[in-house]
């Protein structure tokens, strides 16, 4: 049955106090301080201390306690789970003969599961109906997903267990915006993520797996180092305890998210490769506009407020947090719609699948190309109040006129535009544009990931050679361009230009 949650008022800062306090008292008649601190066993306060650390700052707010009968689940907050393992914890440490063992010797006993698992339209449980008893609801779908859950929960030896549909109390926005912040850590932090796919029996029905095609799973599947994947009737899909040490399933996730199995394995939140996981983003799709941004938090270790009704703004201010702190040309590589708010921003990660197989190598990670020169680009573009401000080594173009219409005929709005060169040094560009609205007089590119030279200074000589391709921003200025600067021209594709000898050039700062 599900139990009513227990002691929901405390606050950490007065439980840690208390623990410590009561502990002293317990103690003091038994062993002195000197004593402990010559042999460096821990005492009770110690004990509870690392584990007020713990729970408060790398578990959930909420957790489901999983009775040893399993009929019993019983939601608690991090107060009343300090309570409950309190005399546990004291009797498995009480033995131990350094304090630095108290850490993993807490860990290991308060292990969770979290559950990994596509929402169902209605009839999950909610934290309302976890915070009463509720027998009648049993047989709801989401009640009996839940309990399978925690059954599997505690065939891992796990007696608390965390999902998202109830251990969160969406009526408290500071829980909430922890929890958005923080799920990447408490997944990554969970002993096992069990996932439930409910459109699979096997491994060949990922390819039409919802759970794969939405936006929050992505940091579910890369945050844990254990997962474990359960099909439509609760049957695992293969025979390993963690099916990221499954070479068959490794390969199956691989090819269903297109995401290497190196990552699979050993992802690491940052920002770096901030390119390649945009481009996995956006194979994902999110009910509400926001979380397209908020699901990324984790996955690329950013601080980023939580602010439902932003809509697209919350996807801008993402990029302006990646921006401010990322040094790698390749995430200026996009194209498509721009952000309403900003031209120099894509309006989502979908800008970054646009580019074809031409384009495809030059994007790569610097990494990935041996003789790729370490110091491409400028690697101190920022967002300021006139937009993005990029040195870039800029090559003025002409337009060549759209052929014109045929009597009778339709313009179409989509048309490549050929971009001439007035330098021999340089080939023509085609890039593909709406042509509806171009009120340019004068056309230029703004060539990206040139070879910077070494003195690392603002405004030095970029070098390009002519066995690359480059990637170009297509730039366009008239009397009514902001700043009588210039203006990012909107493109199907990502550009790239070659050029016919090698070249030196003065770069130039940009606004766009």
Not at 231 to 249: A, F, P, Q, T, V
């Amino acid at each position: 049955m599900f139990a009513a949650p227990i002691g929901l008022e405390h606050g950490a800062a007065a439980l840690a106090n208390n623990v410590a306090e009561n502990t002293e008292s317990d103690v003091e008649d038994e062993i002195s301080c000197n004593e402990v601190d010559q042999d460096g066993a821990p005492t009770e306060a110690d004990i509870m201390t690392a584990t007020v650390e713990l729970v408060f700052n790398e578990m959930p707010s909420h957790l489901i306690y999983i009775s040893d009968d399993y009929e019993t689940m019983t939601l608690i907050d991090r107060e009343t789970l300090v309570d409950l393992f309190r005399p546990e914890l004291i009797w498995v440490c009480k033995d131990l003969v350094s304090k630095d063992q108290l850490p993993d010797v807490v860990r290991q006993n308060l292990r969770y599961a979290a559950l990994s698992h596509r929402w169902l339209s209605v009839g999950e449980p909610t934290f309302q109906e976890m915070s009463v008893e509720r027998d009648h609801q049993f047989t709801r779908p989401g009640f009996t997903k839940l309990r399978n859950f925690c059954q599997k929960a505690r065939e891992y030896g796990c007696r608390l267990a965390w999902s998202d549909t109830c251990c969160i109390d969406k009526r408290s926005s500071a829980e909430l915006d922890e929890a958005i912040r923080a799920m990447f850590k408490w997944y990554r932090n969970a002993e096992i993520c069990i996932v439930f796919l409910a459109d699979s029996s096997s491994i060949s029905d990922f390819p039409e797996e919802v759970w794969f095609q939405r936006g929050w799973t992505l940091q579910e599947l890369l945050a844990p180092p254990r997962i474990k994947f359960y099909g439509r009737h609760w049957d695992e899909l293969s025979r390993s305890r963690n099916d990221k040490e499954d070479h068959s399933m490794l390969e199956a996730l691989s090819q269903v998210t297109g995401i290497s199995r190196q990552n699979l394995l050993y992802f690491s939140p940052g920002l770096v490769d901030v390119r390649e996981k945009m481009i996995w983003a956006s194979k994902r799709r999110t009910t509400r506009i926001e979380d397209i941004a908020y699901s990324l938090i984790g996955i690329l270790n950013v601080s980023l407020s939580v602010a439902y009704g932003e809509g697209e703004r919350a996807f801008r201010r993402l990029m302006e947090a990646i921006m401010r702190a990322c040094r790698e040309w390749q995430i200026l590589a996009w194209a498509g719609p721009h952000s309403p708010f900003q031209a120099s921003i894509p309006r989502s990660p979908l800008a970054y699948c646009a580019f074809n197989e031409a384009s495809a190598n030059t994007l790569l990670p610097d990494r990935y190309i041996m003789d790729r020169p370490s110091k491409l680009g400028d690697p101190f573009f920022t967002m300021t109040k006139r937009g993005l401000e990029l040195e870039v080594i800029l090559v003025e173009m002409m337009l060549q006129q759209p052929a014109p219409r045929r009597p009778g005929g339709t313009r179409k709005k989509t048309q490549d535009i050929h971009l001439i060169s007035d330098s021999a040094s340089f080939y023509d560009v085609t890039a593909r544009c709406d042509i509806t609205f171009l009120p340019f007089s004068q056309w230029a590119v703004a060539i990206v990931n040139y070879q910077a030279d070494e003195s690392g200074k603002r405004g030095g000589i970029g070098k390009l050679n002519p066995t690359s391709d480059y990637l170009c921003f297509v730039l366009g200025s008239s009397i009514h361009s902001a700043h009588g600067g210039w203006q990012k021209v909107e493109t199907q594709k990502i550009v790239t230009i070659r050029t016919k000898r090698e070249v030196y050039q003065q770069v130039t700062t940009v606004w766009l």
